[in-house]
């Protein structure tokens, strides 16, 4: 079973998120909680594979509750939950570790397939969200141009550099196999040199980094 938290605000929120999601026989809501301040508690005491946490909360947001929660609980996984696609908070919650974010107005279907990919260990990067919310607000970095000094890049290789920079446009693996005309398994294996080379843990955490190093640089 996936055991999965809500944090939320929002009685109804939570009710309709409980029913999509119990409605599987795989996936369980075993805490709720009403504020940012009571997540990292419902974390510890319950252990959830996955906490989906509402960005815009009264008193602690989401932000700093993610923050909160994965300096006790490194190993949590948080997806972001967010009513508009263009949510300041959103980049600032990635850069903190979240493992991914979605709009309240998913679909029962793609709320419950992104528990499941963010349970099995992987990062949540919807492309047509996090494509526009990461090069917006990376925009804040002082990079002008995609020439990384040799101390950002480390041991990555040209070819790893480039899976990256195709990751950081929001690109699958699929995708990205497409653009370089190679397998997909080349690029699951470049993609996992990427990770432990950066010393990150999933493909959110790596576009994030590529943006801070500067080995991507926003799009104008």
Same mark, same amino acid.
């Given at each position: 079973? !996936?055991?999965? /938290?809500l944090v939320d605000?929002? /009685?109804?929120?939570r009710?309709g998120?409980?029913? !999509?999601?119990?409605s599987?026989?795989?996936?369980e809501?075993?805490?709720?909680?009403?504020? $940012?301040?009571d997540?990292a508690r419902?974390?510890?005491?319950?252990?959830?594979?996955?906490?989906?946490?509402?960005?815009?909360?009264?008193?602690?947001?989401?932000?700093t509750a993610t923050?909160?929660v994965?300096a006790?609980? *490194?190993g949590?996984? !948080?997806? !972001?939950?967010t009513?508009?696609?263009?949510?300041?908070?959103?980049y600032?919650?990635?850069?903190a570790?979240?493992?991914?974010?979605?709009l309240?107005?998913v679909d $029962?279907?793609?709320l419950v397939?992104?528990?499941r990919v963010?349970? /099995?260990?992987? /990062?949540?990067?919807a492309?047509?969200?996090?494509? #526009?919310v990461i090069? &917006?607000?990376?925009?804040?970095? *002082?990079?002008?141009?995609?020439?990384?000094?040799?101390e950002?890049?480390?041991?990555?290789?040209? #070819?790893?550099?480039?899976?990256? #920079?195709l990751?950081a #446009?929001?690109?699958?693996?699929q995708e990205?196999?497409?653009e370089?005309?190679?397998?997909?398994?080349?690029?699951?294996?470049h993609?996992?040199h990427?990770?432990t080379?950066?010393g990150?843990?999933?493909?959110? &955490?790596?576009?994030v980094?590529a943006y801070?190093s $500067?080995?991507?640089?926003?799009?104008?």
């Open positions: 079973m !996936i055991r999965v /938290a605000d929002q /009685a109804m929120v009710v998120l409980r029913m !999509i999601l119990e599987e026989g795989d996936i809501v075993v805490a709720e909680a009403t504020s $940012g301040a997540a419902i974390v510890a005491e319950h252990a959830p594979d996955v906490v989906l946490m509402d960005v815009r909360m009264p008193g602690m947001d989401g932000l923050r909160e994965l006790a609980h *490194p949590a996984r !948080i997806v !972001i939950l009513t508009f696609d263009d949510d300041e908070y959103v600032e919650a990635l850069r570790g979240a493992s991914g974010f979605l309240k107005s $029962g279907d793609a397939s992104a528990v963010v349970a /099995a260990g992987d /990062a949540l990067l492309p047509e969200v996090t494509r #526009r090069e &917006q607000f990376a925009r804040t970095a *002082p990079v002008e141009e995609p020439d990384p000094s040799p950002a890049v480390g041991d990555l290789s040209e #070819r790893e550099v480039e899976v990256l #920079r990751m #446009r929001g690109l699958s693996n990205i196999a497409a370089l005309y190679v397998s997909s398994t080349t690029v699951k294996t993609v996992s990427i990770l080379k950066l990150v843990r999933d493909r959110v &955490q790596a576009v980094e801070d $500067g080995i991507v640089a926003p799009r104008p």
